[in-house]
């Protein structure tokens, strides 16, 4: 199953905010959103701004885009 992880690390979770109430989430295939955690009680993808989501283990910040996609059994 291909996912999805950060360009720099290749972390696979990402987080919505460095600061303030966060959602910590994966990417997997087709670039769909799964959510592990949310700061907000309510997950809902619309929390997410695609354009800037930030790697849960180093200091990248991106876009949706930019992640590299990876295989694993």
Same mark, same amino acid.
């Given at each position: 199953?291909? !996912? &999805? $992880?950060?360009?720099?690390? +290749?972390?696979? &979770? &990402?987080r919505t905010s460095k600061t303030g109430p966060? =959602?910590i989430f994966k990417v997997a295939s087709e670039?769909?959103? !799964?959510?592990? !955690?949310? /700061? =907000?009680?309510?997950? =809902?993808? +619309? *929390?997410?701004?695609? *354009? $800037?989501?930030?790697? +849960?283990?180093? /200091?990248?910040?991106? /876009?949706? #885009?930019?992640?590299? *996609? /990876? &295989?694993? #059994?």
């Amino acid at each position: 199953m291909a !996912q &999805f $992880n950060c360009p720099r690390c +290749g972390s696979e &979770f &990402f987080r919505t905010s460095k600061t303030g109430p966060k =959602t910590i989430f994966k990417v997997a295939s087709e670039r769909i959103i !799964q959510f592990i !955690q949310s /700061s =907000t009680g309510s997950l =809902t993808e +619309g *929390e997410i701004v695609l *354009e $800037n989501i930030c790697c +849960g283990a180093c /200091s990248w910040v991106g /876009s949706l #885009d930019e992640l590299v *996609e /990876s &295989f694993r #059994d």
